[in-house]
Nanobody, 126 residues
Framework: QVQLVESGGGLAQAGGSLRLSCVAS????????MGWFRQAPGQEREFVAA????????SYADSVEGRFTISRDNAKNTAYLQMNSLKPEDTAVYYC???????????????????WGQGTQVTVSS
């Protein structure tokens, strides 16, 4: 049973940066495709970024492309989301997600993941 714990959320000004971390336990991290999603109040959970088990294949939502960077450190069982040039519309609860996957699989829909973290709040002020 995989467990995910996010950290790193908080308050940032528009144009600022935050770095989210997601630590996985309970399963071989190297077998997990990882993803980040976010959910603003009254809205559906939406895809942000995802990467394959080795990190060699990556996908981003258009809204964050060029501003956010997803990465992983398999030695630390941790996935990251570096968020730069933050905008007020990035305000949401951010969730990391995991799924056992084949080598180059990248998943960008919620239904493809079976394990979720508890979420971390990101608030961007204008």
């Amino acid at each position: 049973q995989v467990q995910l714990v996010e950290s790193g959320g908080g308050l940032a000004q528009a144009g600022g940066s935050l770095r989210l971390s997601c630590v996985a336990s309970g399963s071989s991290f190297r077998r997990l495709a990882m993803g980040w999603f976010r959910q603003a109040p009254g809205q559906e959970r939406e895809f942000v970024a995802a990467l394959s088990t080795s990190g060699s294949k990556i996908s981003y939502a258009d809204s964050v492309e060029g501003r956010f960077t997803i990465s992983r450190d398999n030695a630390k069982n941790t996935a990251y989301l570096q968020m730069n040039s933050l905008k007020p519309e990035d305000t949401a609860v951010y969730y990391c997600a995991a799924a056992i996957a084949s080598f180059l699989s990248v998943y960008n829909t919620t239904g493809q993941y079976d394990t979720w973290g508890q979420g971390t709040q990101v608030t961007v002020s204008s």
